[in-house]
């Protein structure tokens, strides 16, 4: 099975944009769906991208997502970036039998 | 509006029996695939099994086959977990989610924290 590797932590400042990277470490990031999820404390999980570009209602457009075949990598770019905005961000995706594998998660400082 | 609403807190002993729910809203119940999700103190997230209310069909990820039981009621629209011998290691947030297909989550329920202390 595959693995999926991001960055432990990122911190930037209120208003920047931030980029949190998930590299897939066999087979082709583009063969199957990356979703990011957004854990903050105290709140339930949401979703802010699936099908790796696709936002949910009612996700703020300052949330995006994109494939990179060259680096076999999948990113959340959050631009604008609130204090609201801090918490622990997951991609996930799945191999061919759709056993879903999770990435270690970033945890996103907005100070 | 999609709702996933979880049960409690629980505080149990190593040994004990255990069983927490997700009551479901807001969309056909019986017409998509809910999972488990596991978090550990200061880890990663983990799947543990979907079951689809409909047929009760249910998938166990390898490292959670055996060790719990996912169910449903469709009449109240409720998902389970069950364990029938917790151990220490149990300790975690659990998560329900409502699942697009059978590898997406769209919604999720608010964690139910599990603590198995002696």
């Known amino acids: 099975n595959f693995m999926l590797t991001q960055p432990h932590s990122l911190s930037e400042s209120p208003g920047k944009t931030v980029t949190i990277s998930c590299t897939r470490s066999s087979g082709s990031i583009a063969s199957k769906y990356v979703q990011w999820y957004q854990l903050r404390p105290g709140s339930a999980p949401s979703t802010v991208i699936y099908e790796d570009d696709r936002r949910p209602s009612g996700v703020p457009d300052r949330f995006s997502g994109s494939i990179d075949s060259s680096s076999n990598s999948a990113s959340l770019t959050i631009s604008g970036l609130k204090t609201e905005d801090e918490a622990d961000y997951y991609c996930q995706s799945y191999d061919t039998n759709n056993h879903w594998v999770f990435g270690g998660g970033t945890k996103l400082t907005v100070l | 509006e999609v709702q996933l609403v979880q049960s409690g807190a629980e505080v149990k002993k190593p040994g004990e029996s255990l069983k927490i729910s997700c009551k479901a809203s807001g969309y056909s119940f019986s017409s998509s695939w809910i999972g488990w999700v596991r978090q550990m103190s200061g880890k990663g997230l983990e799947l543990m099994g979907i079951i689809y209310p409909g047929d009760s069909d249910v998938i166990y990820s390898p490292s959670f086959q055996d060790q719990v039981t996912i169910s449903a009621d469709r009449s109240i629209s409720t998902a389970y977990l069950q364990w029938r011998s917790l151990k220490a290691s149990d300790t975690a947030m659990y998560y329900c989610?409502?699942?697009?297909?059978?590898?997406?989550?769209?919604?999720w329920g608010q964690g139910t924290l599990v603590t198995v202390s002696s």
């Open positions: 989610a409502q699942i697009r297909g059978i590898t997406i989550v769209d919604y």
